[in-house]
């Protein structure tokens, strides 16, 4: 039988300035222990944790006694001080307790499959294998941890629509069932019951809404967008994630950038209380690659990858003498073979050649290519003594991504990522890459992002020569948020559509509602998009966006919890116009 009081206030909540006050607590027992006819309870719920006091002749104490874990029960008691050598400086609470006179049985739980108490005590979790953790998600998101997370990606947020309201952005919703259109990845298609045989596509971003959007006049427009893309996993990456979304209208990327620097600076102060140093730094596309081996640079580390081409020009390691780059990279310890062996499996698979090595003992260069090294590069790579020189050469783009893999692996090996928080924008990327294997021109960001005007005459007679407008803000070497100006002009983006061999037809077929929009008077805009679970991540210092995500799915893809993707019954398939094939 309930009682009619309520909860007062919540476990967590309870400080030294309620004692002698009456509360009423609900919430689930973290931890139940007997001492000496005393049974103490640690009662949990999202605020925190308080001990909870029933003496043996409490009326209520036979109710106590027959508590376990997990289970969810109401406690009326007065709060009192904690005995000196009983006082908790690991939790909040830790100076008082309650001592319990009514409590109420609310919902039993039979045994948890892993123990979630201990983050609650000030303790480490115990650890547990993150596939079951996902099929029992519910008890998961229990732990502290998770809890913490979750409720920082509800601050950042927050912080997010106070900040552009303030500037005079409009929230506005788009359409999830909308039509498929090309943005660099697959879509997820939806069968349509009306019209058999045809099918909508979940948004893989707000993308060309947000553009009608600034046609139509609404000037500053935001969105916290749920977007969609069947792609491959991976620790970064859901098939189902949510951006901050943004647009604005007659505006330069210099704007753009402002903004969100602003915006971001804003955020880290009210969620974390951490000051960023603004303008953030700036590097080209091709900076970033020549020296970090990266278009996404971890900057919490100086190590740097070293151009020494011309040193080995026409000499006779003729593997260097005449290859595209070589790219040098001083690792401060003496790496052994089987360490680097592993290394360059690892640039290897990112498509670099090889990786060659050579070590600075006693003064002068020993192992793998020492006999190649000109001496005068010593001095110029300023080697130490007991260091390793890494090297690949070849092909431009393979060979420093494989070494800016090799860069980060060992940042993260040796310790050298320092803590903090460090942002940057990316700027300057080239508007198109070759496809080999179709051998056309594709997009790097997308066909919508404008070139720069200065490099507008080269855009049919040399494409590989123009730069988009296009950024990337990078945050603790993550691509954290993307954006460009936007091409505004009906003329441009025939063109850029004819570049990427979209006939007329083709384009009208597809584009032809963007098309007819930007006939009728665009304003110049751009914009840029967040991804929230990555910048939360970031925030907490988490390895995968999973940890963050209240019900995310697993490597595979799936979600476990539900049991999706699941098979579904052929009358419903039956429905929509299709069925298996066999």
Request: one cysteine or more; charged letters at 30%; aromatic letters at 8%.
């Amino acid at each position: 039988m309930l009682w009619p009081m309520r909860r007062t206030m919540y476990c967590g909540s309870v400080r030294e300035e309620h004692i002698e006050q009456k509360v009423v607590l609900e919430g689930w027992v973290n931890r139940r222990r007997d001492l000496g006819g005393l049974i103490f309870l640690d009662l949990r719920d999202r605020e925190g944790i308080v001990q909870v006091v029933v003496d043996p002749g409490s009326p209520c104490y036979r109710q106590a006694d027959r508590l376990r874990s997990e289970w969810v029960i109401r406690v009326e008691g007065l709060v009192r001080a904690r005995p000196l050598e009983q006082v908790n400086p690991k939790i909040a609470t830790g100076q008082v307790e309650v001592e319990a006179q009514q409590l109420e049985v609310l919902s039993e739980a039979k045994t948890l499959p892993f123990q979630i108490d201990a983050g609650w005590r000030g303790e480490e979790d115990p650890k547990v294998a993150e596939e079951v953790r996902l099929r029992h998600r519910v008890v998961d998101l229990r732990r502290k941890r998770l809890h913490e997370n979750l409720r920082l990606r509800h601050k950042l947020i927050t912080a997010i629509y106070r900040f552009l309201d303030g500037e005079g952005f409009v929230s506005v919703e788009t359409p999830f069932l909308t039509r498929s259109t090309p943005e660099g990845a697959r879509d997820f298609l939806v069968p349509s019951r009306l019209e058999p045989g045809s099918f909508y596509a979940l948004p893989q971003s707000p993308q060309l809404f947000k553009q009608m959007l600034m046609v139509a006049g609404y000037d500053r427009y935001f969105q916290i967008a749920r977007c969609f893309r069947d792609e491959d996993l991976r620790a970064d990456r859901q098939p189902d994630f949510t951006q901050l979304d943004l647009e604005m209208s007659f505006v330069t990327q210099e704007d753009v950038l402002a903004l969100n620097e602003r915006l971001a600076a804003y955020v880290m102060k009210e969620t974390l209380g951490v000051d960023v140093p603004l303008p953030f730094p700036r590097l080209t596309y091709a900076e970033a690659m020549n020296r970090y081996g990266s278009d996404k640079p971890e900057l919490r580390f100086d190590l740097e990858l070293v151009d020494v081409t011309e040193a080995f020009r026409g000499g006779e390691f003729r593997a260097f003498a005449e290859v595209e780059t070589v790219k040098a990279l001083v690792v401060p310890a003496s790496l052994s073979r089987k360490e680097i062996e592993g290394l360059e499996a690892l640039a290897k698979s990112k498509g670099a050649a090889g990786l060659a090595w050579a070590k600075r003992e006693h003064g002068a260069w020993s192992g793998g290519i020492a006999r190649f090294i000109p001496e005068s590069l010593g001095q110029r790579l300023e080697v130490g003594e007991g260091e390793t020189v890494l090297f690949v050469a070849g092909v431009w783009r393979p060979s420093v991504e494989g070494l800016g893999a090799v860069r980060l692996e060992l940042g993260r090996r040796l310790g050298l990522i320092g803590p903090g928080y460090a942002f940057a924008w990316v700027v300057d990327f080239p508007l198109l890459e070759w496809d080999q294997e179709n051998a056309r021109w594709t997009y790097m960001h997308h066909p919508f992002t404008s070139p720069n005007l200065d490099d507008l005459e080269h855009l049919e007679t040399d494409p590989a020569r123009v730069r988009a407008l296009a950024y990337d803000l990078v945050f603790n070497g993550s691509e954290a948020g993307g954006g460009s100006i936007r091409i505004h002009r009906r003329d441009l983006q025939e063109r850029m559509f004819a570049l990427l061999g979209i006939s007329a037809e083709e384009a009208q077929e597809k584009f032809g509602f963007l098309l007819e929009a930007l006939s009728y008077g665009a304003p110049p805009h751009g914009g840029i998009a967040w991804g929230l679970d990555r910048w939360v991540a970031n925030m907490t210092e988490e390895d995968s966006i999973r940890e963050v995500i209240a019900f995310p799915k697993n490597k595979e893809g799936k979600e476990t919890l539900t049991g999706a993707p699941s098979p579904v019954d052929p009358a419903q398939l039956a429905v929509l116009g299709l069925a298996l094939k066999e």
